[in-house]
């Protein structure tokens, strides 16, 4: 058994679910239904497309300032 991330948003009255580290993603009418179906299809996925140990990208966070404005160029 592995364990794999599940990154969730809400587009209109569905939940999309996607698994960054396979590519898949499928959705549902709740959280719950959303990630039991994205299960099933990484699952179906990894069975015909196994990933090899080394091909699980890197994950972190990071901040962005919302309320940044761009600099402006500077031309010469």
């Known amino acids: 058994m592995e364990i794999y991330?599940?990154?969730l948003h809400k587009e209109e009255d569905m939940y999309v679910a996607e698994?960054?580290?396979v590519?898949?993603?499928s959705q549902g009418k709740?959280?719950?239904e959303a990630?039991?179906?994205l299960k099933e299809a990484t699952e179906l996925y990894l069975e015909e497309?196994?990933?090899k140990k080394s091909d699980k990208?890197?994950?972190t966070l990071f901040e962005v300032n919302v309320h940044a404005t761009a600099k402006k160029s500077v031309r010469a």
């Open 49 to 51: 497309f196994p990933l």
């Open 5 to 7: 991330s599940a990154v």
């Open 23 to 25: 590519g898949t993603a």
């Open 30 to 32: 709740s959280i719950e």
């Open 19 to 21: 698994c960054p580290e």
């Open 57 to 59: 990208p890197i994950m």
């Open 35 to 37: 990630l039991s179906n």
